[in-house]
């Protein structure tokens, strides 16, 4: 034991920080004795806080007893012993938002994770901030997400990449799954980064007990990170309960509702052609079809297969669901979703494997796709089928075929169209929306609660 | 045993394990706490091998017990030779049955077993327990007996204490939880499957042949496999073994062909190759 480490133990502070940390995982269902506490501030005085990754790693060392609990040591981590106080130098003052996305853009092209990290504390900074009275103000990583789209990058900065090393590789076919990954990891810096100065704002105890997060159903789809994306999933059931109700409620009133005519002036001859007892139009007795046409892409994955499971979950209340998905290609997968109920967190992954979504290229096509889909299945829509296409409309700038979705609207009864992007985008880079908008009614969906809402109201009956 | 985390890298570096931060803090926490080190994680990236590294960079002997179902304690720990003992009886030397019964008894007789040999002896020792999980739950009573204090109780000859504590290493894939109080017993260090770079090191230290570029190829690949939702994800050794055959098939660069001809290198199960192969677009197969 060496003179240094005595006085690093001694250091109030630092003990203040173990034993919060200690509480922090407690109270997050992690046990840890006293033993283990003990092997941390022998760790501690063996590492030195020099290296704040070593430190990380010899505590999850020593207080950890299985990789369950790492993501939220992480967390609670990065509040306890965070990167520093407030931002470094350099940072702040008038955020300009085009200009970051730009760096961002240069960082994820260079996959530099450093950069990364340093764009995420100014992101924070510059577009996390709400709120000017103390108490009511905070830092949000949704904030800052929303504002700073980094999802919207791919296209951007695949073709930065390609324009570097050319396209002609095999490796080149990974490129866009490889960007999505480090959009995916930037997001993850980006919420590290809103709590550790929320925490210095509210107190870190406050956060590390709960940290700061809208409820699963307002999480925007398109922002949500992989764990949110599954704990939106496990909504889907009691959500599709709910809706069920909805809809056979409709369904009765639409149906309670018509009286016939016929059968009312029939029923009156024995009471000498008065009408005295009113006949009701019986219920139709044929449920509507539905036909759902998703883009499947990575840029909208979340979107298209939370609805997915929506509606198969609604199935009970159609005559027939048709389910297909498609990138640049389409392909049925009516016959996936059955399984998916049981494994909604692969189903993505399981369409992508097991049906024909792509040609040569990985990027969403709707003309191409819409323009098969119409080829292929003309059976599967008819005058009885309602369509609902759920995708952002981004073209990757191919024609977006808009004959084949005038055709499409005049063999179906409804054309529905769900956008996950907020209608400030469309239009924006290779948004073909406005242009769709005209042939079908379009509606923004960004969260599991305005899609809930939009199924209610726009599902036949 | 080492002086720094850095000192940790650097030694295993020169045996050939190249260490994570993590791997390397964990290792030197292990050896100044004097802990056991319970290592999971999936199958094939690195788990024996650093046991056997760490022995190597320590100078120190590898006792290595290998668990499977079924192991017991005579296996694990120490066990008679009977026949020996009856062979000795029957040769007689004309003594009362007390003073037989001492001899044989006695070291002579006695086979020890890893974890009896890790803990006798002053040289330099790393304990490795391999693929725990294995193991039936019942031997966990032996093994936290041994881990606590390093001593163990032979009945006929008294106990034997560590004079010098064996670096330990338990390993698990983790198909079955450990106990509580086994885990409680050890730092705990789950090996994942290393980032890009580093997988990139491995592959151009263990086959030296292959040059960066090529290096970065196989690793991309085998990157997005990983991301696939596969039934079994190629891990490294999967990784080094590709590179090794790439370089026998006088491969320079990947192409479709390639890929296709030596996807079964990286993947085992045939819907796995099945579906990568339709994700990657490569024709069929
Ligand atoms: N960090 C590393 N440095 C060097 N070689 C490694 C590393 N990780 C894995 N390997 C190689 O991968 C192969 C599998 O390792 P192994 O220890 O048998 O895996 P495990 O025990 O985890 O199943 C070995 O050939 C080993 O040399
Ligand atoms: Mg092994």
Known sequence: ?461 | MFTSVDDVSARLAETGYLASPAVATTVFLAARLGKPLLVEGPAGVGKTELAKAVARACDARLVRLQCYEGVDESRALYEWNHAKQLLRISAGRGETWDEARTDIFSEEFLLPRPLLTAIRGDDPKVLLIDETDKADVEIEGLLLEVLGDFQVTVPELGTVTATRRPFTVLTSNATRELSEALRRRCLFLHIGFPDAELERRIVRLKVPGVDAALAESVVRVVGALRAMDLRKAPSVAETVDWARTLLALGASTLDETVVRDSLGVVLKHQDDIQKAAAKLDLDAL
Request: proline share 4%; charged share 30%; aromatic share 6%.
């Open chain 1, 1 to 461: 034991m060496t003179a240094d480490a005595d006085t690093d133990l001694a250091d109030t502070d630092l003990v203040t920080r173990l034993t919060g940390l200690v509480d922090a995982l407690r109270g997050h269902g992690l046990r840890i004795g006293t033993g283990e506490t003990v092997d941390a501030a022998r760790a501690v005085e063996a590492l030195g806080l020099a290296d704040r990754e070593l430190l990380r790693e010899g505590l999850a060392a020593t207080l950890l007893h299985g990789a369950g609990g790492r993501p939220v040591f992480d967390a609670v981590f990065d509040l306890y012993f965070p990167r520093g106080v407030g931002v470094p130098d350099g940072v702040g003052g008038e955020a300009d938002r085009e200009a970051l996305r730009a760096r961002l853009a240069e960082a994820l092209a260079a996959n530099d994770s450093a950069a990364l990290a340093r764009l995420a504390v100014e992101a924070v900074d510059g577009f996390g901030g709400y709120g000017d009275s103390p108490g009511s103000d905070g830092w949000s990583s949704y904030r800052t997400l929303d504002r700073l789209r980094p999802q919207t990058l791919l296209a951007r900065v695949r073709d930065e990449v390609r324009g570097r090393d050319g396209a002609g590789s095999f490796a080149d076919r990974l490129l866009e799954d490889e960007i999505r990954r480090r959009i995916e990891e930037f997001r993850r810096l980006v919420t590290a980064e809103a709590r550790r100065r929320a925490a210095e704002r509210r107190g870190r105890d406050e956060i590390a007990r709960r940290a700061l997060a809208p409820t699963a159903d307002r999480v925007d789809f398109l922002l949500a990170g992989k764990d949110r994306l599954a704990e939106l999933r496990r909504t889907v059931q009691p959500l599709a309960r709910k809706l069920a109700t909805r809809l056979a409620a409709r369904r009765r009133r639409a149906a309670r509702g018509a009286i016939d005519l016929r059968r009312t002036l029939r029923g009156s001859l024995s009471t000498g052609g008065v009408p005295v007892k009113p006949v009701l139009r019986r219920r139709r007795p044929a449920r509507p079809e539905l036909v759902l046409l998703c883009d499947v892409s990575g840029s909208v994955a979340g979107f298209s297969d939370f609805t997915m499971l929506l509606v198969q979950a609604l199935h009970d209340q159609f005559s027939k669901v048709r389910v297909f998905a498609f990138v640049n290609r389409v392909d049925e997968v009516t016959g996936l979703l059955v399984h998916g109920a049981a494994d909604p967190e692969g189903l993505n992954a399981r369409i992508r494997a097991e049906a024909r979504l792509t040609a040569w290229h990985d990027s969403s096509d709707y003309g191409a796709a819409l323009g098969e889909f119409t080829d292929r299945y003309a059976d599967a829509v008819g005058p009885r089928t309602t369509v609902f296409v759920l995708g952002d409309a981004r073209t990757n700038m191919a024609d977006p075929n808009l004959p084949a979705l005038q055709d499409l609207t005049r063999r179906a009864r409804r054309v529905h169209w769900l956008n996950p992007e907020p209608r400030t985008l469309w239009g924006t880079g290779d948004s073909a929306a406005p242009a769709y908008a005209e042939l079908v009614d379009m509606r923004e969906c960004r969260n599991a609660r305005q899609l809930d809402a939009l199924v209610g109201r726009l599902l036949p009956v």
